[in-house]
């Protein structure tokens, strides 16, 4: 069993700052209302930045601070649901402006809010016969281009970002790791691409229900595989699409005070850059330290979920 070893992490913003205040002059709502539901204060969003731009800052961030350069690269993955095209992918762009290697494997995927980490495991799978040993995984999203700004439902919720790691294969440690899926269309759906323009809808309350249900199980499942409780973790990192969820779930396992992350506050839900950019904040602030076991666990669309406990 072989575990992937984060040697760095990055991440980029757009520039400008949409504060609930703001959206409160479009949409019928109040900082009290979302920052009370969600835990959401500010959010940011592209004005003149794309995907790639964000994907890039990330990423440089990582290999700058891992000390390796696009020679050093053998997979790059980017998880997104709202990418710059189509076609091509993100990642392709994102080889072209980092120069890495034409035998790097690229390509972008899609699970959504859970997308860093099924992109953690795949470029981990992948690394076993890839041309160099490490892998670049970005969790990029532009969710304001899919946002309906009249739609006070789903608008407040959400923002733009990228967060980026670098690892590479670590043959004697262990990580335990969880996935699931649900063929589930109605809960969220982002529609298009198409003639339409594609928009956020969301069942809130169901997604509610659903991730309080996926969270607490993916969590209870990797314990139970390392066979430790939920306080002998360091640190617990869920994707920060809601202070509500996660509050519900650190209590119903008996956690600590502080043990489970969040900064939704000044980012919103920014969907699969949420886990990497949480991991970049803790690791630049030095709460994150060598030999620490840290839990995360991402779900959303499709519906998706994954987990993983690995030891920093
Ligand atoms: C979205 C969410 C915050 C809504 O909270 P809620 O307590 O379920 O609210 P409801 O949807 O029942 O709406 C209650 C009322 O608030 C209103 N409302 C919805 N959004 C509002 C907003 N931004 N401002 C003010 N009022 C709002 C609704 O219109 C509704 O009004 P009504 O009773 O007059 O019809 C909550 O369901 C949630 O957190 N769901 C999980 C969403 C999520 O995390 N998704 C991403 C997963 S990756």
Not at 140 to 162: H, K, P
Not at 165 to 181: I, K, Y
Not at 205 to 218: D, H, P, T
Not at 241 to 264: H, Q
Request: proline share 3%.
């Amino acid at each position: 069993m072989s575990a992937p070893k984060i040697l760095a992490t990055g991440r980029c913003l757009p520039e400008r700052v949409v504060t609930n205040e703001e959206l409160s002059r479009q949409v019928d709502t109040s900082d009290e209302w979302v920052f009370s539901r969600t835990g959401i204060h500010n959010r940011h969003f592209c004005t003149k930045e794309s995907g790639l731009d964000l994907a890039v800052g990330a990423a440089r961030q990582a290999l700058e601070r891992a000390g390796l350069g696009a020679e050093d690269v053998g997979v790059c993955l980017v998880a997104t649901f709202s990418p710059d095209f189509a076609s091509p992918s993100t990642a392709c762009l994102l080889q072209k402006e980092l120069g890495l290697k034409e035998d790097t494997v690229c390509f972008d995927l899609n699970a959504a809010c859970a997308g860093f980490l099924y992109g953690m495991k795949t470029a981990h799978a992948l690394l076993a016969d890839a041309p160099r040993p490490h892998a670049l995984v970005v969790g990029c999203e532009v969710i304001s281009r899919v946002l309906d700004m009249t739609d006070r439902n789903t608008c407040v919720l959400f923002g733009d970002g990228a967060g980026a790691a670098v690892f590479r294969r670590d043959e004697e440690a262990v990580w335990h790791t969880v996935f699931g899926s649900r063929g589930d269309a109605e809960s969220i759906m982002v529609e298009g691409p198409g003639p339409v323009r594609s928009t956020v809808h969301m069942d809130g309350k169901a997604v509610f229900r659903f991730a309080v249900e996926v969270v607490e199980k993916s969590i209870r499942q990797l314990l139970e595989a390392e066979g430790c409780g939920i306080n002998d973790l360091d640190l617990v990192v869920c994707h920060q699409a809601n202070a509500r969820i996660i509050d519900f779930v650190a209590k119903k396992l008996g956690a600590r005070e502080g043990l489970f992350y969040k900064n939704m506050d000044r980012y919103g839900n920014t969907s699969a850059a949420s886990i990497p950019m949480a991991l970049d904040e803790l690791s630049q602030a030095g709460t994150l330290k060598p030999g620490m076991r840290v839990l995360t666990v991402g779900f959303g669309g499709g519906l998706t979920w994954a987990g993983a406990l690995l030891k920093w």
